[in-house]
């Protein structure tokens, strides 16, 4: 009689281990994300603007492209192609830390700018002084 004992006992743990339940897992769909970075950013020191696709596309040069950029601390005249401070003071143009004269603004390819620098009163001494400066940086 012992020997039949566990066998009954043991008769529904084995049939339930052996039984399938469908899973409880849910599937959801995630939908697509975006991150969108700012055209804009502001320190202590700098304003860093980066221009769009569309705004290197259609501009020409480096002066039709601070036209196209629309940047607030600066008064661009494409037509005579100068670039002064909202409040009619003279900006110093730089290519990667370098000075620019007329000819290398106008023949700079908008394609190959990676941002746009805005500094007023910069103590790196590349900027030869300036008072204000606008700096493209490009592609080496």
Do not use: C, W
């Not at 897992?25 to 970075?37: D, G, Y």
């Amino acid at each position: 009689m012992k020997h039949y004992i566990l066998p009954l006992i043991m008769l529904p743990f084995i049939a339930q281990g052996q039984s399938t339940e469908p899973d409880t897992i849910t599937v959801k769909e995630l939908r697509e994300i975006t991150v969108v970075a700012d055209a804009q950013r502001t320190s202590a020191t700098k304003t860093v603007y980066i221009p769009t696709g569309n705004q290197k596309s259609t501009a020409s040069d480096g002066v039709s492209l601070l036209s196209r950029m629309n940047i607030p601390q600066l008064s661009v005249n494409p037509i005579t192609e100068t670039v002064k401070t909202a409040d009619n003071q003279g900006v110093s143009l730089f290519i990667n830390f370098h000075p620019a004269t007329n000819e290398d603004v106008s023949g700079l390819n908008p394609g190959d700018v990676k941002r746009v620098e805005y500094l007023d009163f910069p103590t790196d001494l590349r900027f030869l002084r300036a008072q204000h400066v606008v700096n493209f940086i490009t592609h080496s």
